[in-house]
T-cell receptor, first 111, second 114 residues
């Protein structure tokens, strides 16, 4: 596609439910990143993949968060047993050289 | 503790004024990027600087990377209402093999009034 595509754009879920956020990177981009961004703040690194391999997950807040990219293209960020503090904008990005391209994000609200 | 300190956090100016946004750290970065983000959208890359002392210009925007690669600045000349947005600096730590694992500053919200 033309850009990084994320779905859904908005997700409201009840506390305790699991959610799955999807990212479709720019075609051919090897590296894919997940970030979390609070309103009016800069994004915060969560995890990244080269192809299908998860290279660094040091930014994942706890073990309720996981991510996968099984075929080296689309990635899914899963949050289990959601809590209100998980509410945020979740952004995916893919990289070409030094250029990082961000998606429009998924706004997650846990009620 | 914020690894990249960005200042000011908020800036409201009149059209035609000049402004400078600063990004400072005690850490060395292999590269530093500036992004602009509009409401409801993701950050969009403006520039990447990689060499200490490097200066890059993009129309009315001038970006500078500090000699020691620990700080950077963004200067906008004759600001226009279209420059309104959230400006973010982001750096890749020196020695990291991954230039996409970025440390972001807190952002500067710029409002340019006509």
């Amino acid at each position: 596609g033309a850009g990084v595509s994320q779905s859904p754009r908005y997700k409201v879920t009840k506390r305790g439910q699991d959610v799955a956020l999807r990212c479709d990177p720019i075609s051919g981009h090897v590296s894919l990143y997940w970030y979390r961004q609070a309103l009016g703040q800069g994004p915060e690194f969560l995890t990244y993949f080269n192809y299908e391999a998860q290279q660094d997950k040091s930014g994942l807040p706890n073990d309720r968060f996981s991510a996968e990219r099984p075929e080296g293209s689309i990635s899914t960020l899963t949050i289990q047993r959601t809590e209100q503090r998980d509410s945020a904008m979740y952004r995916c990005a893919s990289q070409n050289g030094l250029k990082v391209f961000f998606g429009q994000g998924t706004r997650l609200t846990v009620v | 503790t914020q690894l990249l300190e960005q200042s000011p956090q908020f800036l409201s100016i009149q059209e035609g004024e000049n402004l400078t946004v600063y990004c400072n750290s005690s850490s060395v970065f292999s590269s530093l990027q500036w992004y602009r983000q509009e409401p409801g959208e993701g950050p969009v890359l403006l520039v990447t600087v990689v060499t200490g002392g490097e200066v890059k210009k993009l129309k009315r925007l001038t970006f500078q990377f500090g000699d020691a690669r620990k700080d950077s600045s963004l200067h906008i000349t004759a600001a226009q209402p279209g420059d309104t947005g959230l400006y973010l600096c982001a750096g890749a730590l020196d020695g990291s093999s991954n230039t996409g694992k970025l440390i972001f500053g807190q952002g500067t919200t710029l409002q340019v009034k006509p």
